[in-house]
């Protein structure tokens, strides 16, 4: 990339291949003429937002012409509060996105290197290379991260290790034994940035629940988000727990605004809507457990996954994806992980999950009772 303007671009920035988001509901409709548009492609709440927080934010809209108070101190300390921590131990960001951006501009420069393991969340490497660092990138272990090889691959050059618990787009999940070993052999000055975005939908007993032990190493730096449980992945709400060291860097840098007024009133307001937490929870396992099922009799070979959605191998991932749209289904290619055999799916409605595997099972030639009673019996478990 070169031309007008382009005089002191980093070359580490210009080599970048630009994060690729979901498709939105808008232009499949446009491009394929399909009305009633199904989109399983962002790992979004199916139920949508918290209603406490629609309520919330209907009763803030008059004030939107006023700036927020800056740093947003009520959300901080209702989140410090809610974990046992101190207000000033809290990051908050436009999106949990923003935060590891900002982190990485921190830490990360040419001659140091960030540590992430293969098929990882793709922004820790985008924001690592934008900062000028080297990313060292640690080949998985059955899709999940190999946490005893990423400990060994940290040098003396390395400020940063980044940690998916679960993992996007995998949904592999690292036990608690792993994860405590692991901060056992990095360096107190690495910073350990364990993104938890998934962390409500994990039910296994051996979760590490990194937010609930913030101490364990010093430079470890929890991400949550109220992007997926709570449903308000559009007003781009993300936060965290740090040491006081590291907020105090954060809040140098960050934008004076970075949490927008309407962002700060939903987020507060879903912070205490439990009921659609749960019932969020609930129908993501039951979702996910109807497309386990469904997979299996079609015969599809999927990743054991933690969070909202599934990591399915196809093999012509590609052409099944463009005949998905066609039909309406929007699902996530992850060409650009390494992972061209594959479709990331999240977990929908029943009604949505249903039609996701109806359609499969015409394009695949697989129907047949055992589809079709799945099917059935996803419609008739409707959890909401
Ligand atoms: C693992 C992981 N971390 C962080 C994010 C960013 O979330 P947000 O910026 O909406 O808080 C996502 C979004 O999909 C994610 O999957």
């Known amino acids: 990339m070169s031309g007008?303007?382009?005089?002191?671009?980093?070359?580490?920035?210009?080599?970048?291949?630009?994060?690729q988001p979901g498709r939105a509901i808008a232009e499949i409709r446009r491009l394929y003429g399909v009305d009633?548009?199904?989109?399983?492609?962002?790992?979004?709440?199916?139920?949508?937002?918290?209603?406490?927080?629609?309520?919330?934010?209907?009763?803030?809209?008059?004030?939107a012409h006023r700036y927020p108070e800056?740093?947003?101190?009520?959300?901080?300390?209702?989140?410090?509060?809610?974990?046992?921590?101190?207000?000033?131990?809290?990051?908050?960001g436009n999106g949990s996105n923003e935060i590891l951006s900002l982190l990485a501009r921190i830490y990360l420069a040419p001659g140091r290197n960030a540590v992430v393991a293969q098929y990882a969340f793709a922004i820790y490497a985008i924001a690592s290379r934008a900062a000028g660092a080297e990313v060292r990138e640690v080949p998985a272990r059955a899709y999940g991260h190999d946490l005893a090889a990423m400990a060994e691959a940290i040098t003396a050059e390395t400020a940063m290790v980044f940690i998916a618990n679960p993992n996007n787009p995998t949904g592999t999940m690292v036990g608690r034994t792993e994860w405590e070993d692991f901060l056992g052999r990095v360096p107190r000055d690495v910073i350990v940035v364990c993104d938890e975005a998934y962390a409500e939908f994990v039910t296994d007993p051996t979760y590490p629940d990194a937010a609930a032990r913030p101490d364990a190493h010093p430079g470890l730096v929890v991400l949550r988000t109220f992007s997926k449980i709570h449903g308000l992945a559009g007003l781009r709400v993300g936060w965290g727990i740090a040491s006081v060291d590291v907020v105090a860097l954060f809040d140098r840098i960050r934008d004076a605004f970075n949490v927008n007024l309407l962002g700060e009133v939903a987020a507060l307001a879903a912070l205490d809507d439990?009921?659609?937490?749960?019932?969020?929870?609930?129908?993501?396992?039951?979702?996910?457990?109807?497309?386990?099922?469904?997979?299996?009799?079609?015969?599809?070979?999927?990743?054991?996954?933690?969070?909202?959605?599934?990591?399915?191998?196809?093999g012509e991932a590609a052409t099944v994806a463009e005949a998905l749209l066609r039909a309406g289904?929007?699902?996530?290619?992850?060409?650009?992980?390494?992972?061209?055999?594959?479709?990331?799916?999240?977990?929908?409605?029943?009604?949505?999950?249903?039609?996701?595997?109806?359609?499969?099972?015409?394009?695949?030639g697989r129907s047949g009772p055992a589809v079709g009673s799945l099917a059935q019996a996803a419609l008739v478990g409707d959890a909401r």
């Open 70 to 92: 800056g740093g947003s101190p009520e959300l901080r300390r209702a989140l410090a509060r809610r974990h046992g921590v101190a207000p000033g131990r809290i990051l908050l």
């Open 329 to 364: 289904v929007i699902t996530r290619p992850v060409t650009g992980y390494g992972l061209p055999r594959h479709l990331r799916i999240t977990v929908g409605l029943p009604e949505e999950n249903t039609r996701l595997v109806q359609t499969l099972a015409a394009l695949l």
């Open 36 to 63: 009633d548009v199904v989109k399983l492609a962002s790992n979004e709440n199916p139920l949508g937002p918290s209603p406490q927080a629609l309520t919330a934010l209907r009763a803030a809209l008059g004030e």
């Open 4 to 19: 007008v303007g382009s005089r002191g671009a980093l070359a580490s920035i210009a080599s970048l291949q630009p994060y």
């Open 274 to 314: 439990h009921a659609h937490v749960e019932r969020t929870r609930r129908v993501v396992e039951q979702g996910r457990r109807f497309l386990e099922r469904a997979l299996v009799a079609l015969g599809l070979p999927f990743v054991e996954s933690a969070a909202n959605f599934l990591l399915v191998e196809f």
